[in-house]
């Protein structure tokens, strides 16, 4: 069946060292979301990336979408301490796009 | 606009007794879902509903009931609760709309099962 996977399971950096989580999809996704859990929290919506090789920037974040639209990636700038938590991508099923199918996350800690 | 309001926040449980988490959203999504969430792990799908009177079970639907008598409501039952069931749940609804597709969480419920 459709699967999401993403890699790291968890990555531990420190303080202003850059982190990269990478996403991959075994079937072409119409777009691409990512959230962000910190801890002991709930998931929250970051972004969504709809096109074929878009590059969208949220201040230090850098989310990006492949040319196949089967994989995506999210890179930090100098990570910080509010950094902290699991990011988690998502895309829709194929079956109907308002059942979304999530990765199985990165965990992100940081050393101050 | 209140979301996704799930209840109660925590909760203990002894073993074989059974409860009910609720789940409701006020954002007119058709598609709802119930993931459970182990320390340190991701979202692991319990049930899913596509819309009134409609559920599917997801990868991990066994000692769990739902049902989707309204589109607001999305409760999830544990029949008979067990160890193996300590875990945060996490009640989402989701809509797609012109190409734009996102989930909304609830808090969660920390269920601890003794």
């Known amino acids: 069946g459709q699967q999401v996977m993403q890699i790291p399971q968890y990555q531990h950096v420190q303080e202003g060292e850059d982190f990269t989580t990478y996403c991959n999809s075994s079937?072409?996704?119409?777009?691409i979301q990512w959230y962000k859990q910190r801890p002991g929290g709930h998931p929250v919506f970051l972004i969504q990336l709809v096109k074929s090789g878009e590059v969208k920037k949220q201040k230090r974040l850098t989310f990006q979408f492949g040319e196949a639209k089967k994989n995506s990636s999210l890179h930090i700038t100098a990570t910080q301490t509010t950094d902290v938590g699991t990011y988690f991508c998502?895309?829709?099923?194929?079956?109907?796009?308002?059942?979304?199918?999530f990765g199985s996350g990165t965990r992100l800690s940081i050393r101050p | 606009n209140a979301g996704v309001t799930q209840t109660p926040k925590f909760q203990v449980l002894k073993t074989g007794q059974s409860m009910t988490l609720q789940c409701a959203q006020d954002?007119?999504?058709?598609?709802m879902s119930w993931y459970r969430q182990d320390p340190g792990m991701g979202l692991r799908l319990i049930h899913y509903s596509v819309g009134a009177g409609i559920t599917d079970q997801g990868e991990v639907p066994n000692g769990y009931n739902v049902s989707r008598s309204t589109t607001e409501d999305f409760p999830l039952r544990l029949l008979s609760a067990a160890p193996s069931q300590t875990s945060v749940y996490f009640c989402?609804?989701?809509?797609?709309?012109?190409?734009?597709?996102?989930?909304?969480f609830g808090q969660g419920t920390r269920l601890t099962v003794v």
């Open positions: 998502a895309g829709p099923r194929y079956s109907s796009a308002s059942k979304i199918i």
């Open positions: 079937t072409t996704l119409s777009n």
């Open positions: 954002m007119n999504h058709e598609y």
């Open positions: 989402a609804s989701s809509y797609s709309d012109r190409g734009r597709t996102e989930a909304f």
